[in-house]
Nanobody
């Protein structure tokens, strides 16, 4: 089971930016797809971005055009660049596998908290 450690969260004002990082125990290129998930207060966890081993990306409509997922194989790291942040983006963000049908197969870590507020 892939192990993942998220970092980069924090407090940011609306319209601001943050970059989240996720270090994986396995090669991100040996995993079919990786993704970023988030769980907002009182909400269900949702997949917001995913990237396949071939570099194909997908985004939830709520973040499309604002978030960008990428990876660096030399660092075994997946990133989530978040721009034009909104208060509704406030959530704990997690990384995990994001397979088409199997979804998240790794253990859920603590995630990293993103708070968007004035």
């Amino acid at each position: 089971q892939v192990q993942l450690v998220e970092s980069g969260g924090g407090l940011v004002q609306p319209g601001g930016s943050l970059r989240l990082s996720c270090v994986a125990s396995d090669s991100i290129f040996s995993i079919r797809a990786m993704g970023w998930y988030r769980q907002a207060p009182g909400k269900q966890r949702e997949l917001v971005a995913r990237i396949t081993s071939g570099g194909i990306t997908n985004y939830a409509d709520s973040v499309k055009g604002r978030f960008t997922i990428s990876r660096d194989k030399t660092k075994n790291t997946v990133y989530l660049q978040m721009n034009s942040l909104k208060p509704e983006d406030t959530a704990v963000y997690y990384c995990n596998t994001a397979h088409e049908k199997a979804g998240a197969l790794g253990a859920w870590g603590q995630g990293t908290l993103v708070t968007v507020s004035s």
